[in-house]
């Protein structure tokens, strides 16, 4: 399985995993035509996209979704909830012979893979994450959640790749410019998920069979990469986990997990 990073960040996320000739991506919060010219950057071919997974509807994860839907033949993967959310908010339909139904606990064969959805704290309609496991390997991305509970503990344990949130410094986030609404938003829980917040999570599922693991949804106003960094690397110190960025502008490819 190989995993890229196409874009992460606050103005806008797209996930891809790709294995045998296939491509799933999770969320489409940038364009089309940036979706496959950042494959192409990384050596990935853009018709190998068969799926699109979303995540929840905010608007850095389904700004594609519209034009995906009309100019591509790609199955969209979502919960009903976030469906008609999206719908909705974009003024669109996506059809029934395209749609994919997920449902958080219930694992969706896809092609060979297997997903299994998770449920999230965040401020969403039916937000989740997804857990994809193929030819032996298991893969997580994990972004947009307020605090790390039990139950997305439990869904990231014996991972390969894990691809997970560290949005904010709290810090940063408190003595910043933003409103004290937005703010209140970010902290609480369902908002996102904060360095210390993401290094605690991280201590609960890191094992000798974690291999890589990625920051991601990074806040360009609210957070440093080496301040995340620095929260990861205490916790994956004296494993074997390579550690990982993701950005908003320059996508980041990963060596095949294997």
Known sequence: MHYAALASGSKGNCHA???????????????????????????LEPGSVRALALTHEHSDHIGAVGVIVRRTDWAILATAATRSAVQRIQG??????????????????????????????????DPV??????????????????HPTALVADHLQDLDLLVLE???DVDMLREGSYPPQLKARIL?????????????????????????VVLAHLSESN????????????????????????????????????
């Open 17 to 43: 995993l790709s294995g045998g000739g296939r491509t799933l991506l999770i969320d489409a919060g940038i364009s089309l035509l940036q979706i496959r010219r950042r494959l192409e950057v990384l050596g």
């Open 92 to 125: 669109i339909e996506i059809p029934a012979a395209r749609w994919i139904e997920v449902e958080a606990g219930r694992p969706t064969d896809w092609e060979g893979w297997r997903l299994l959805p998770f449920a999230l704290p965040h401020d969403a309609e």
């Open 129 to 146: 994450a997804y857990r994809v496991e193929a030819g032996g390997i298991a893969a997580a991305v994990v972004t947009d959640l307020g």
């Open 166 to 168: 560290a949005n904010h």
């Open 188 to 212: 609480s829980r369902v908002g996102h998920l904060s360095n210390a917040a993401m290094a605690e999570l991280l201590g609960r599922v890191t094992s000798p069979r974690l291999k890589q």
């Open 223 to 258: 957070n440093d990469p080496g301040l995340a960094r620095f929260a990861a690397e205490e916790i994956l110190r004296g494993t074997p986990a390579a550690l990982h960025v993701a950005h908003q502008r320059e996508p980041l490819a990963l060596p095949p997990v294997a």
